[in-house]
């Protein structure tokens, strides 16, 4: 599904508020050429699976992020010590799994969503060819920072 997406993607079928008209639908029809194994996938089932990856890549994105937590999309958070895990985890319950766990669509999900998920004031993604807003490179370059 994700390398169909990415296809999609770079053919410009997804805008900074979500996948283009149609492109649910095809991702459905060519996933029913190559599998063998479970039901007919269909535009809602493609829609759904598609927003619980969402959700996952949200997770471990924020993880990715912690200050002291080393990730690899293998094996999950390494070396984290198990009191400051416990704690992470009281208040950020959905990210359990992740201790010892890696999750390796990581990647291709970071590919799809950046851009299209905010994250906070003035969000940049490096890996699209858009530039951070005018205003932000001039406070910046004024030396008052992102605010």
Sequence with gaps: MLQILLLEQAEGNQSETGWK???YAHVAVALNKILSKGGSKNTESIRNQYSKMKGIYKIVAA???VSGF????????KGVDDEIWEK???AHP???PFCSNGWPWF??????????IARGQS?????HES????????????????G
């Design 88 to 90: 992470y985890v009281k």
């Design 107 to 116: 990647d291709d999900m970071h590919t799809l969503c950046c851009g299209t």
């Design 70 to 77: 080393t990730w690899d999309n293998e094996v999950g958070c």
């Design 94 to 96: 959905e990210a359990a």
């Design 63 to 65: 993880l990715r992020e």
């Design 131 to 146: 530039q951070p807003p005018a205003d932000a490179n001039r406070d910046n370059a004024n030396g008052r920072g992102n």
């Design 21 to 23: 008209s149609g492109v």
């Design 123 to 127: 969000v940049f993604c490096a890996t």
